[in-house]
């Protein structure tokens, strides 16, 4: 079965450093990717998305990922950390079912 | 991208009634609908897929009966919570697959609360 796996349930980084979010998949086929954003009470916006063509992904508000296949990873970067970006990140899969399955979400936190 | 409409934002309800949670694909045809609950600072889990003109399929452990899904039309999924108590409070979010299958697009989500 396809699933996503977040490390870290929580990350925080200084205003102006370097955010990154590890996000680990495991499928079978080429899968879709994705990266969504939450702000409390909020719906979710995506960020970026891969679907098998470039491996580096840049998305929204200077948010970029890196398809590895050989790491079955898709980590979530942005080289400066803004206030604005403290929410619940999500990344999630599109499996062969045409179902979007979310890993547990990793809240990231930013410090003034 | 494509916008899904999700309505009603926010809804307290007594405890033994209905609520209606209904889902809109407002610029394209959405064969294929999702509904999500969410608890307080937990990730998305997946309820059911609901398919066009045909039965919805439940994940496991989601009560069918307690949460009726009807996919009337290629643009309009509901989801009705029956008989609401207040553990069915949550955040509930629905999706649509886009027409290349290749990306789900999210509404904006219904907070339910029942008193």
């Known amino acids: 079965a396809q699933s996503v796996t977040q490390l870290g349930s929580h990350v925080s980084v200084s205003e102006g450093a370097l955010v990154l979010l590890r996000c680990n998949y495991s499928s079978s086929v080429p899968p879709y990717l994705f990266w969504y954003v939450q702000y409390p009470n909020q719906g979710l916006q995506l960020l970026l998305k891969?679907?098998?063509?470039?491996?580096l992904v840049k998305g929204i508000n200077g948010f970029e990922a890196e398809f590895k296949k050989s790491e079955t990873s898709f980590h979530l970067t942005k080289p400066s950390a803004h206030m604005s970006d403290a929410a619940e990140y999500f990344c999630a899969v599109l499996t062969s079912y045409d179902k979007v399955i979310f890993g547990p979400g990793t809240s990231l936190s930013v410090i003034p | 991208g494509a916008v899904v409409s999700q309505h009603p934002s926010r809804v307290i309800c007594k405890s033994g009634t209905s609520v209606k949670i209904e889902c809109r694909s407002l610029?394209?045809?959405?064969?294929?609908m999702f509904w999500y609950r969410q608890f307080p600072k937990q990730s998305l889990m997946l309820m059911a897929t609901?398919?066009?003109?045909?039965?919805?399929?439940?994940e496991q452990g989601v009560e069918k009966d307690k949460f009726l899904i009807n996919h009337a039309s290629l643009t309009l999924s509901t989801l009705t919570v029956t008989s609401a108590h207040p553990e069915d409070s949550s955040f509930y979010i629905c999706s649509a697959l886009g027409r290349t299958n290749t990306e789900a697009f999210f509404g904006q989500g219904t907070r339910l609360t029942v008193v």
């Open positions: 610029d394209f045809q959405a064969t294929t």
């Open positions: 609901s398919n066009e003109g045909s039965k919805a399929t439940y």
């Open positions: 891969y679907t098998s063509a470039a491996t």
